[in-house]
């Protein structure tokens, strides 16, 4: 499709040509092949736009055949490509002027928004349009697009051209010469369709007007690629490359090639019901950019952008297939991001059509806190989240949470927050609650025995989701894009801010700008342009105004329910936190005179007190596990010596972690480790198969819990070595926190700090100092050696009875459930198994690894009447209630009875069976008179006690309760179980009679709450999570057998 060889010799092309022969359009022997296929893998692209851009492809298809039309009388809805800010490369800022001003691109606010015609904007000043005289007086000749030779070409005049390089410049010529042709005849072409659809003209000749502009464009888009197949191949990238640039080429594709006939296609869907025109073009478009990600041209990581840019265009024009597109736009902007960071256009671009509610949220939150940010205004941004509140995918009920989570954002962001009593409570509440599901079971109160509470379901969903509550409290807690937070000053967000403005005025200094922005109406306030460089102490402390304190609230109780919860689950939120404590710990040191206030913000609100015996449980298992050995094996030795900074270096280039993955690009995270554009995915640092993940997000993989625990001790040694400020302090293998006397002083002679803190949402953040992991002010550190740890001091509450019982379970069993192993049943069975033929002293134990513990009480191992509580199931109830309250009146055992099954006890009175009847009105009797008595106690569905027989909220609150009572009645007694290991309830209390006293270790491992049922279903059921069962036969017998003539029936 390239015309005929012109006599006009392009004055851009003398100097190549002028050492140049003139033969005949010729392809280069490397470019005699076919083009590549749509559907081709594409791998390892880069871009000579900046040096380090590229994707990694996958596989992509298009449809090739016409969108389902729209029925008749259908509005058709309008295009946005005009209307709506469509988003451009953030790359276009490393392109810089284009050449001739009265071309549209060069003015263009963004690589792909439309050059207006004069048609449809004949009187606008804006840059972005093409005004009327220009599109007259126009001439298709080069002198209008180029006013100079490529500099690039001018630098080496005498150096010596190869003879592939003049066929290049031959062939260039001609190519070129039709693009500016067909550029000039496609925007008169556009115009003049435009003029006459705006003027609703529907005639016969409209038709093959707009099929001759059609073709056009199609020519035109043919020439561009042929251009860029010639001058990017790999054996002519040399020459052709600064040719691209310094022409523009792939700029003017984009915009006179696409985005200027989408505007008439807009224009086209307003008066015609699915013009065959619409399809062909964007399917003929999609196919074309699509060959042009091959890897060996080098613009991959370009059109990348471009193709999710496009897919987005195309939702507008065919809203019936909404969901392809939008499943086509996610698949190209996730692939820009892998090689792209600190872009916020792509992250607000992702967000518009992202699934997930959850990654929705991160996005829209990075996108106004990296480096380049998107500069959105309050109002705007406030909707952007309404809209991301909105439930965009079929979720379970667990996956609510998130729902909910948003919205809790969404509140937080409103302008009036602060001061709205409801909202402030509505927060408070939710913050309090956190991973309170439908049933009244807290998530975070499931610690304990792993394999017994964590459902694969809810372990899945609080760990890949773990990593993103952490990122948007943190996006929030940093201002959400208000450069007035101390956060934001500390990580240069008003720098980065003003780069881009500056950028902007660059490319729109002709333009007068009537828009209202965030930056311009703050544009008088001094505190919120004025950087960290200009701020003082004092002038630091008077920015805790702009910190939204419910944020701090929602995030500190977060994390402390995560520290505090399941194990497994909490890596993901955790690791994020420690990168941010890094990053504001290196920002502190870059400027000196905000460390006092970081200081007391890190040392006041961030519950160390959950946190330290957390880092404990890390650090054991990272010094018991050989897993953790064989991560590094070439940092073996820094690890050993305490040469964190290098640790995390080698973190930083070979990433195997999708949550620390998910901190690129962020400003914060720019302090820890500088991401930028890269050439392909293995230069970004990224290793093994962290893309290969579900759509939904990573699943738990206890095999990949030892690089986890490594990380986690890794960044906390960082910040203990680093930072001894913040109060964190390693002494041999166990951390402590260290007192700052500075956070009294601060509230007291500072009246910034002083008022901030008395806000009850952050008193509530202090607790009491736990002495044993406390050191106080001038105190001396003891390092302890690993051997001789006193677990139980140091670690949380319940981890080492979890630790024991999952030792236990690897020694007996031999092998570990789903959910069981902290490094894997494999290193358990290699570490911990008692091998019966071995010599005590010769067995392979790790350090404060006790042995398996046996105590038996008088209902058999691990039980005794006077401390394990037996709560029986409705039907024991119904079949033995007289013979039950016999014995507890005769104090044979402890009883308790879940509320689940005193009211199934209730409803069942009202049995159309007179029996069942009978005896639930018997049972509910007898239970209420040993209430009276004080011999039963109600337990609720989170297991702990209950205030009152007669509570009803948790049914109130669950409607449903009837329809799953059998697994609330299980989890109600597994949960009363675990709280008690967990504080060691049993401790020295007396066993057989008074015969023994359990000491601290004994009580880790005693079974103080037992199920009794005869429900073969339900007692599989609590095998499987761990919960001890018996039928009401066993229960009696062993009655009888310690009654010692107490009456028993």
């Known amino acids: 499709m390239t015309p005929q060889k012109d006599t006009t010799e392009h004055p851009g092309l003398r100097h190549v040509l002028q050492y140049s022969p003139q033969p005949g359009r010729t392809r280069p022997a490397s470019m005699t092949a076919t083009k590549p296929s749509v559907q081709q893998k594409r791998h390892n692209s880069q871009s000579y736009l900046n040096q380090g851009i590229s994707t990694k492809r996958g596989a992509y298809s298009t449809a090739t055949t016409k969108p389902q039309s729209r029925a008749k009388g259908t509005k058709t809805p309008t295009p946005t490509v005009v209307t709506v800010d469509v988003p451009g490369s953030p790359r276009s800022k490393a392109i810089g002027k284009l050449i001739e001003p009265d071309v549209s691109v060069e003015n263009s606010s963004e690589l792909n928004e439309v050059p207006a015609t004069k048609e449809s904007n004949a009187h606008s ?111 002519s990238a040399r020459a052709g490359k600064p040719l691209v640039t310094n022409y523009r080429i792939l700029r003017r594709m984009w915009v006179y090639g696409v985005v200027l006939f989408l505007e008439v296609l807009k224009n086209v869907a307003a008066i015609f019901v699915d013009h065959e025109v619409c399809g062909c ?198 201002g959400f894009g208000d450069c007035r937070n101390p956060f934001a000053k500390l990580f240069e967000l008003p720098e980065a801010l003003k780069q881009r403005k500056d950028k902007k005025d660059k490319r729109r200094k002709s333009k007068t700008d009537q828009t209202e922005d965030l930056g311009k109406t703050l544009d008088s306030e001094a505190i919120y342009n004025s950087t960290a460089d200009e701020q003082d102490e004092s002038s630091w402390f008077t920015l805790l105004d702009f910190v939204n304190k419910g944020v701090i609230e929602l995030s500190m109780k977060m994390l402390k329910k995560y520290v505090m919860g399941p194990l497994p689950s909490s890596t993901p939120h955790v690791i994020v936190w420690l990168y941010f404590l890094v990053a504001v710990g290196k920002a502190t040191r870059k400027y000196p005179a905000s460390r006092p206030l970081f200081t007391y913000f890190v040392a006041r609100y961030i ?85 290969d993940i579900p759509t939904a997000g990573i699943r738990y993989d206890a095999q990949q819990d030892a690089r986890r625990f490594l990380r986690v001790y890794s960044l906390a040694s960082f910040i203990a070595s680093s930072f001894p400020e913040f109060g964190l302090v390693l002494a041999g293998s166990v951390f402590k926190y260290r007192v700052n006397p500075d956070v009294s002083r601060y509230e007291q002679s500072n009246t910034s700090v002083g008022c901030f803190c008395q806000d009850p949402r952050l008193k509530i953040l202090a607790e009491p100092l736990n002495a044993k992991i406390c050191v106080q002010p001038g105190e001396e550190v003891v390092e302890l050696p690993v051997s001789s740890l006193p677990s139980w001091d140091f670690n949380s509450p319940g981890f080492m009875s979890e630790y024991i019982q999952k030792q236990d379970l690897a020694s007996v069993s031999g092998s570990t459930s789903e959910y069981g192993s902290f490094m894997g049943a494999d290193e358990l069975d290699e570490d911990y198994e008692d091998s019966s033929g071995e010599d005590a002293s010769e067995r392979h134990t790790a350090p404060y690894a006790p042995a398996a513990v046996a105590v038996a009480g008088n209902l058999g191992e691990k039980m005794d009447t006077q401390v394990t509580m037996i709560s029986l199931d409705t039907n024991t109830w119904l079949k033995h209630c007289g013979k039950v309250y016999k014995c507890v009146r005769s104090e044979l055992f402890r009883l308790a009875i879940p509320l689940t099954v005193f009211q199934e006890l209730r409803s069942l009175r009202r049995s159309a069976d007179n029996s069942v009847a009978d005896s639930a009105t018997r049972a509910v009797i007898i239970v209420r008179q040993l209430y009276a008595d004080q011999q039963i106690t109600p337990i609720r569905a989170d297991g702990t006690v209950a205030s009152s027989l007669n509570e009803t909220l948790e049914f109130e609150q669950n409607q449903n309760w009837r329809n799953h009572t059998d697994d609330i009645i299980i989890k109600a007694v597994k949960l009363s179980d675990d709280s008690s290991k967990s504080v060691l309830q049993g401790e020295g209390a007396a066993i057989n009679g008074g015969a023994r006293l359990l000491d601290r270790l004994e009580a880790s491992v005693f079974r103080y709450h037992i199920l009794v049922t005869d429900d073969r279903n339900m007692a599989i059921r609590s095998k499987a999570i761990g919960l001890t069962t018996f039928s009401s036969a066993w229960l009696f017998d062993q009655l009888n057998r310690i009654a010692d003539g107490r009456c028993t029936d």
């Open 281 to 478: 073009f964007i399917v003929y478009a999609f196919n074309i950019i699509s060959c042009l990600t091959d890897s060996q041209l080098g613009v991959e990581g370009w059109w990348a952008e471009k193709l999710g840019d496009l897919s987005r265009m195309a939702i507008a024009l065919y809203p019936a297939r909404y969901m392809d597109w939008k499943i086509s736009s996610v698949y190209w902007y996730q692939l820009a991001m892998r090689t792209q960071y600190g872009h916020g256009k792509i992250y607000y671009h992702m967000c518009t059509v992202e699934n997930d509610n959850l990654e929705a949220l991160v996005d829209i939150g990075k996108s106004v806190t990296c480096r380049d940010p998107f500069v959105p205004t309050l109002q705007y941004l406030w909707l952007i989240v309404d809209n991301v509140c909105a439930q965009r995918s079929i979720l379970t009920s667990v996956e609510m949470a998130m729902i909910d989570f948003v919205k809790i954002h969404k509140i937080l962001l409103m302008p009036n927050y602060s001061t709205n009593l409801e909202m402030t409570n509505l927060v408070s509440h939710y913050s309090s609650h956190f991973g309170l599901d439908s049933s009244s079971i807290d998530y975070f109160q499931l610690r304990g025995d792993l394999r017994s509470a964590l459902s694969t379901e809810k372990l899945n969903f609080w760990f890949q989701k773990g990593a993103n509550f952490a990122l948007c409290n943190i996006n929030h807690l940093i």
């Open 607 to 691: 519950p160390w007190m959950q946190l330290v015996p957390y880092l404990n449980d890390v650090a054991f298992l990272v010094a018991t596990s050989t897993a953790v050995r064989k991560e590094m094996p070439d940092h073996a030795a820094d690890l050993q010596e305490g040469r964190w900074q290098k640790v995390l270096d080698y973190f930083s280039e070979n990433e195997t972690l999708w949550e620390a993955w998910k901190c690129w690009g962020s400003v914060w995270f720019d302090q820890v480790a500088l991401k930028g554009d890269y050439q392909s995915v293995a230069e970004t640092g990224v290793v093994g198969d962290i893309f």
């Open 125 to 235: 000043n804006s840059p972005e349009s093409l005004p009327e005289k220009a599109l007259q007086n126009r001439r298709p000749s080069t002198d209008t697009v180029l006013s100079q030779p490529p500099v690039a070409l001018q630098l080496q005049p005498h150096r010596a051209i190869t003879e592939e390089e003049h066929i290049l410049a031959a062939n260039l010529q001609e190519t070129y010469k039709a693009i500016l042709r067909l550029e000039v005849e496609t925007q008169q072409g556009c115009a003049e369709v435009n003029e006459r659809l705006i003027e609703n003209d529907a005639s016969t000749e409209i038709t093959p007007q707009l099929w001759h502009v059609y073709k056009n464009i199609v020519q035109l888009l043919d020439h561009y690629y042929d251009f860029l197949l010639y001058a990017l191949s790999p054996t």
